[in-house]
């Protein structure tokens, strides 16, 4: 039996090609995706706790980068936003708050949530303030998509908070990735948005702005948090061990307390994302039905309310038999939205007679609009047609009468051209010939030339390019 046991634990173990090769796979993945070796997590502390200060040149560079931000936003420029967004120093306080949980620092913590609540005043004031002063008062597209959290609004808040607290762990810190989370986020224009609804007294702009301020906050530091834990940060360390017990018992408390609103706002993100694209869906589908013969849809909305969703149907043709309205109502139940209220309004009903005459006559109506913008663009299309075929004759008519008094004269060529002035942007449209000579011409001849094209054109302006054949 020794002889036995002793040649079992000296013989080769047996290999199977699949295991090992599963091994080998999950291995390599590991070492791909590992990122505690290039952590520095000194540097990283350090790092955040610096961003959480603020005073002197950070509060001014927050005033000016929300000024810059609600111009962009009242002008509806995109690019403008962008930059103020790389400027703001919003994110120090956010990250703080992450961190300060993820390794039990009540100092940091209350440090940072006060200087983000300083940030947040300022960038209020400064915002409606502006709001309050330029005649520009309409709220363009970039203000309203700043009014209406999604769920997409989450997930970039929560993936982009992982992007930048693993680029500030870095060793070297890849400045580009903590720009693009600067702007992917957006956490200035919200703000601005907010201060837009206090300047102009549009309460609903406040607090649907806020309201998404709010959850990219969240989600950000949520992120900043868990990577902390994942990286194993070390905790910090109370000298006394009820200090220690009473500072982790005041951030548990409040994390909870931050924690089960933002549940309950993310919830009913998620619950609106999906009513609008499950009532997207039902629209779309029951217009296939046979209860749409002779009927058509010339108008849907959907409202989203926690209580009682609605669809409204705007249709016009035949009137829709109680069974057919009854069909449609069951129809939500397939698509998850069995407590949406169906409203339908039927609008244009038409008898049996003429009722084909009326629908043509709604759908003429509806589309009328679009005919006359359709003739006018007809129409200017035509004169410059006209007024090129204008300029066409008239050049064909200086080039004979070159022909007879200009014989050095080999070709020519004339367009209007815009040129640019590179420092001020400036950009003139100057009538420009490029003539061909037989000989090199002397000036006065050029001059002659070019005054006599001047009053033959009929124009104040020329600019004239020679060149010798």
């Known amino acids: 039996m020794e002889a036995e046991d002793k040649n079992k634990e000296n013989s080769p173990k047996e290999h199977h090609p699949l295991r090992d090769g599963l091994k080998k796979i999950y291995q390599y993945i590991v070492d791909l995706a590992r990122l505690n070796d290039d952590t520095d997590i000194d540097s990283t502390i350090n790092s955040i706790k610096k961003a959480v200060e603020f005073r002197g040149v950070n509060l001014w560079i927050l005033a000016f980068a929300i000024i810059v931000a609600s111009v962009g936003l009242n002008v509806n420029s995109t690019a403008v936003i962008i930059g103020a967004m790389l400027i703001s120093p919003l994110m120090g306080p956010i990250n703080g708050i992450g961190l300060a949980i993820g390794i039990s620092d009540s100092e940091l913590l209350r440090k940072s949530l006060k200087n983000l609540l300083v940030m947040v005043v300022i960038s209020l004031l400064a915002s409606s303030s502006y709001f ?10 970039e203000l309203l998509a700043r009014t209406t959290p999604t769920i997409f609004d989450v997930l970039i808040a929560f993936f982009g908070g992982f992007a930048g607290i693993v680029a500030i762990s870095r060793k070297d810190q890849p400045f580009t990735v903590i720009s693009g989370v600067a702007i992917a986020t957006a956490l200035m224009p919200p ?27 969240f989600f950000i530091a949520l992120a900043t948090f868990i990577m902390v834990r994942y990286l194993h940060f070390p905790q ?23 924690l089960v609103p933002s549940i309950f706002i993310a919830y009913n993100v998620v619950k609106e994302a999906s009513f609008d694209n499950q009532a997207i869906k039902y629209i779309h589908d029951i217009q296939t039905t046979p209860v749409f013969k002779d009927v058509e849809l010339i108008n849907s909305n959907k409202q989203y309310d926690r209580k009682q969703p609605s669809i409204s ?34 609008t244009g009903i038409a008898s049996a007679g003429n009722m084909e005459s009326e629908l043509l006559e709604n ?30 004759d008239m050049y064909d008519r200086i080039s004979r009468e070159i022909s007879v008094q200009y014989s050095q004269i ?49 124009i104040k302006e020329l600019k004239m390019v020679t060149e010798k054949e």
């Open 132 to 141: 309050l002063l330029t005649p520009l008062s309409d709220a363009q597209s």
């Open 191 to 217: 703000l601005c948005t907010a201060g837009y609804g206090i300047g102009t007294g549009q309460m609903n702009f406040f607090f649907g702005a806020f309201y998404l301020f709010f959850i990219n906050s």
């Open 236 to 258: 910090k360390k109370y000298l006394d061990a009820s200090r220690r017990k009473f500072v982790k018992r005041t951030i548990y408390l409040f994390s909870i307390i931050v």
């Open 313 to 346: 149907l705007s249709i016009i043709g035949r009137q829709l038999s109680n069974h057919e309205i009854t069909y449609l109502k069951n129809e939500l139940k397939k698509y998850g939205l069995g407590t949406t209220q169906l409203l339908i309004k039927q």
């Open 363 to 392: 759908i003429l109506d509806k589309k009328e609009h679009q005919i006359v913008t359709k003739d006018s663009v007809i129409a200017a299309l035509k004169d410059e047609i006209k007024i090129l075929h204008n300029d066409l």
């Open 410 to 458: 080999k070709s020519f060529s004339i367009a209007k051209t815009i040129y640019y002035d590179v420092k001020t942007q400036e950009k003139r449209e100057i009538p420009t010939i490029y003539i061909v000579w037989y000989e090199e011409p002397d000036m006065e001849l050029q001059n002659q030339l070019k005054n006599w094209l001047l009053v033959r054109l009929e």
